[in-house]
């Protein structure tokens, strides 16, 4: 399990980066925001537009480090809304342990999938006054995004997280 005083760097620039606030936790590992620092900014900074996935040390293997650089390497990904690896990170050791991703949106909040639509209750206070097409508008754009990453033979293995506007769809 990482602490977020926990320092990870990025083997191709040596950057490093602190794990601070954490927005997310799955079956696969945690998101968190992070500040990193180098050695032309030895302050850290915090990059607004990122996060850094870690994986559990129980889910991090070879062949999926195998993936996550084949991913890394396709410069040609690009699906909306999804966030894709961008780089490797690495501990002390030097053992890959997750990646910096780009965050889905600025203006939207990161929901729990199986605990904001599939419970009525968390899912009429997240989003009062959705009606029965709004959660079909939701479903057909996951259904969708799903798709498209198929066609780039990637298979996703999580769907625990999601991000949504907090307005209905139309």
Known sequence: SSAASD???RQSNGNEYYLGKKIAQGGEGSIYEFKQSNKYAPSAVVPKQCYIKIYHESIIDQARVDKIKLIIGNKSLKIDGVCFPLAMIYNKENEP???VMKRAS???EVYDLQRSLMIRPELEKLFYGWKR???VAVCLNIVNTINAIHRYNILPVSYTHLT???TPYV
């Open 164 to 166: 949504l506007p907090t």
């Open 97 to 99: 342990v997750g990646y």
């Open 106 to 108: 600025q203006n939207r």
């Open 133 to 135: 097409h709004n959660l």
């Open 7 to 9: 320092v990870y760097k």
